[in-house]
């Protein structure tokens, strides 16, 4: 399910007693000088333990938070070894909600049990690090990173075939790094390949801008970022139906991809 689609769903949410919904906005962010020591464990204890002591007068909502609890207590454990930045949880017991979001941006940890799904740090965060394309320029090469709450989620390469005269995803080397021979031989073969690459400029970013506006609306982009030469991403740019947010002049086509991220959405 969609984000947004998970969000029309909680904001619809309308529980009756004695269920209610538990909201978990829990930091878990090993990089916070405050989480040296796994004060995340504490957090999650204490956060539940006095929802349970506010319960105490409501005992038929208080067995329903603690047939919760274990659950969300086990999802978050099984994930200590690789530990997401946040968790974001909304759970019930009678009518069965459960949606979770690990996210690489730090939250205010705070716990809920109300009617409603409350949404306000989530639409926050969605409304900083919203679904985003970002596409690393480089020639007739390119690297597309979706990213959602600041955390890459799909990572393809791709490079403009000269043999086929259409875009193929990029799983061996680049045919201008094949070799070519040696001495005048191989330097003429360079220069017809690149005048091939030249001669097929027009018919990459016509097919290019195809394949990204196909792409944006299969992941629901709602950002797009291009980053490269700029001349290339205008040129691009005109060949998409898509609205292009931002242009960033880097060339991080062969970097991390988690760096590019951290570079560009930080």
Not at 30 to 53: C, H, M, T, V, Y
């Amino acid at each position: 399910m969609s984000f947004q689609k998970t969000i029309d769903k909680l904001e619809n949410v309308f529980l009756q007693k004695p269920d209610k919904l538990l909201t978990i906005y829990l930091n878990t962010d090993r990089s916070d000088p405050d989480q040296q020591g796994g004060e995340w464990k504490i957090a999650l204890k204490n956060g539940f333990n006095r929802l349970e002591e506010y319960l105490e007068s409501a005992p038929e909502e208080r067995e329903r938070l603690l047939a919760i609890r274990p659950k969300v207590e086990d999802y978050i454990l099984s994930q200590e070894r690789e530990l997401p930045r946040s968790f974001i949880i909304f759970a019930s017991a009678d009518s069965g909600i459960w949606e979770t979001f690990e996210v690489q941006i730090p939250v205010e940890t705070n716990f809920y049990w109300e009617e409603r799904p409350n949404l306000d740090q989530l639409k926050s965060l969605h409304d900083q690090y919203p679904y985003t394309g970002l596409v690393l320029l480089q020639q007739n090469q390119i690297k597309i990173l979706t990213t959602a709450f600041g955390d890459l989620q799909t990572s393809e390469s791709m490079v403009f075939d000269l043999d086929t005269e259409d875009w193929r995803r990029n799983e061996g080397p680049h045919h201008a790094d094949v070799s070519m021979g040696s001495g005048g031989g191989k330097a003429s073969q360079q220069d017809e390949y690149d005048e091939r690459l030249k001669a097929n400029q027009q018919r990459w970013w016509k097919s290019l801008g195809s394949i990204l506006d196909k792409k944006a609306a299969d992941e629901n982009w709602e950002k797009i970022i291009l980053v490269g030469d700029k001349e290339e991403a205008a040129v691009l740019s005109e060949n998409m139906n898509k609205d292009i947010h931002d242009t960033i002049q880097k060339n991080l086509l062969n970097e991390n991809e988690h760096k590019v991220i951290e570079k560009l959405l930080a």
